[in-house]
């Protein structure tokens, strides 16, 4: 059970606009800490896609975006291609009694349709 | 640019002790707020952090593994050493180490390419 909250799964056909949500709760995500989101290409890496909750880092297509609003935050793909066909993970840091973490979603697997 | 690599034993024993080395170039670990951490993944599962380890040797583990962790540097071989003890199947997976800018930003940058440990007797 992952401390951030995803759907295991979203699809969408090429050149439309899907959204990835992450919730997650007051000790981490509403506590004001940042949201960053990865791209997992099968059998590779994640590689870091947003970061700073809208950020992209330089080479990182502008059709990814990334939104923070409460304790959810979510990654928006449009003019979806067909490799983007992969898991998406989002990541923030959790500050609760029982210490403080780096924390991951449990991961979205995006299909292109 | 920054790499990282992992490296370390493909296969271990239930109940033996897991070192796994990151070698990283790019970058140095004595630089002001830069940090390393290490990720790992269950085969078809999602990410879980398992320890970070700063420029001014500040050491951070997940709450829930801290018990069965260790993480060191070597400056100046550029290395980062993770110990976890008392593996156990569960413990199969992907082990990745990633580059922490600073310590404002808590995101990882870099990631090297993983390395699989497989626990089996």
């Known amino acids: 059970q992952s401390v951030l909250t995803q759907p295991p799964s979203v699809s969408g056909a090429p050149g439309q606009r899907v959204t990835i949500s992450c919730t997650g709760s007051s000790s981490n995500i509403g506590a004001g800490y940042d949201v960053h989101w990865y791209q997992q290409l099968p059998g590779t890496a994640p590689k870091l896609l947003i970061y700073g909750n809208s950020n992209r880092p330089s080479g990182v297509p502008d059709r990814f975006s990334g939104s923070k609003s409460g304790t959810s935050a979510s990654l928006a793909i449009t003019g979806l291609q067909a490799e983007d066909e992969a898991d998406y993970y989002c990541?923030?840091?959790?500050?609760?009694?029982?210490?403080?973490?780096?924390?991951f979603g449990g991961g979205t697997k995006l299909t292109v349709l | 640019q920054i790499t990282l690599k992992e490296s370390g034993p493909t296969l271990v024993k239930p109940t033996q002790t897991l070192t796994l080395t990151c070698t990283f170039s790019?970058?140095?670990?004595?630089?002001?707020?830069?940090?390393v951490g290490w990720i790992r993944q269950p085969p078809g599962k999602a990410l879980e952090w398992l320890a970070l380890?700063?420029?001014?040797?500040?050491?951070r583990y997940s709450p829930t593994l801290k018990n069965r962790l260790t993480i060191t540097k070597d400056t100046s071989k550029n290395q980062v050493v993770l110990t976890m003890t008392n593996m156990d199947p569960v413990d199969t997976g992907t082990y990745y180490c990633?580059?922490?800018?600073?310590?404002?930003?808590?995101?990882?940058?870099?990631w090297g390419q993983g390395t699989l440990v497989t626990v089996s007797s």
């Open positions: 380890i700063y420029w001014d040797d500040d050491k």
């Open positions: 990633a580059h922490r800018p600073n310590m404002v930003a808590t995101t990882f940058d870099y």
């Open positions: 990541q923030s840091y959790d500050s609760s009694l029982s210490g403080s973490s780096v924390v």
């Open positions: 790019g970058f140095s670990l004595s630089t002001f707020g830069v940090g």
